[in-house]
Nanobody, 120 residues
């Protein structure tokens, strides 16, 4: 079992910045990815950014709509992942969920979600 605890989020004006953090605990081993998904009202949950615990900087993968604005990073020693969100837009408003997925077993875990609201 893996537990995910998120922090960050809140209300910010358009063009502002927020940082989301997620800490994983429990049985963590092998190749895995950590990252963020989001779900806006009336829409399906969608990938925002994910990163592995492997080499080459973790091969971060971003959704096209956040490239150049969001940066994902992780600390493998602490099992934490951070999403730095800059130049936020009203359409970024959603509940953001931390995700952990094991590469070989495909076991997947979710955080409780944190609200991000971009509004003037």
């Amino acid at each position: 079992q893996v537990q995910l605890v998120e922090s960050g989020g809140g209300l910010v004006q358009p063009g502002g910045s927020l940082r989301l953090s997620c800490a994983a605990s429990g049985i963590i081993f092998g190749i895995n990815t950590m990252g963020w998904y989001r779900q806006a009202p009336g829409k399906q949950r969608e990938l925002v950014a994910v990163i592995t615990n492997g080499g080459n900087g973790g091969n971060p993968n971003y959704a096209p709509f956040v490239k150049g604005r969001f940066t994902i990073s992780r600390d493998n020693a602490k099992n934490t992942v951070t999403l730095q969100m800059n130049n936020l837009k009203p359409e970024d408003t959603a509940v953001y969920y931390c995700n952990y997925k094991e590469y070989y077993t495909l076991n997947e875990y979710w955080g409780q979600g944190t609200q991000v609201t971009v509004s003037s």
